[in-house]
Nanobody, 115 residues
Framework: QVQFVESGGDLVQAGGSLRLSCAAS????????MGWYHQAPGKQRELVAT???????NYADSVNGRFTISRDNSKNTVYLEMNRLKPEDTGVYYCKRQYVLGDNWGQGTQVTVSS
């Protein structure tokens, strides 16, 4: 069974940093493109960062230069390092594998950035 378990969210002040983690299971993690999504309050979920099995990364303009996605294939875990946080980064963050339909979303992890 495919599962994604996100953690690391917290309440932080603007300008602060957080590191999110996502433990994945139920598929061959090391060859799978993974992504982090952000769902702001009252808005649709949006993709903010992706990473291939070999570590090639891509970012949405809104987070480029502030967030860093990484992975540890030995731990089946993907990370999102979030720096220079802004109030608009507030929301629930989810991870998911890319290019596969039908996976269930994890519970996400809440990030709240106060101004």
């Amino acid at each position: 069974q495919v599962q994604f378990v996100e953690s690391g969210g917290d309440l932080v002040q603007a300008g602060g940093s957080l590191r999110l983690s996502c433990a994945a299971s139920g598929f061959i993690f090391s060859i799978t493109v993974m992504g982090w999504y952000h769902q702001a309050p009252g808005k649709q979920r949006e993709l903010v960062a992706t990473i291939t099995g070999r570590g090639v990364t891509n970012y949405a303009d809104s987070v480029n230069g502030r967030f860093t996605i990484s992975r540890d294939n030995s731990k089946n875990t993907v990370y999102l390092e979030m720096n220079r946080l802004k109030p608009e980064d507030t929301g629930v963050y989810y991870c998911k594998r890319q290019y596969v339909l039908g996976d269930n979303w994890g519970q996400g992890t809440q990030v709240t950035v106060s101004s």
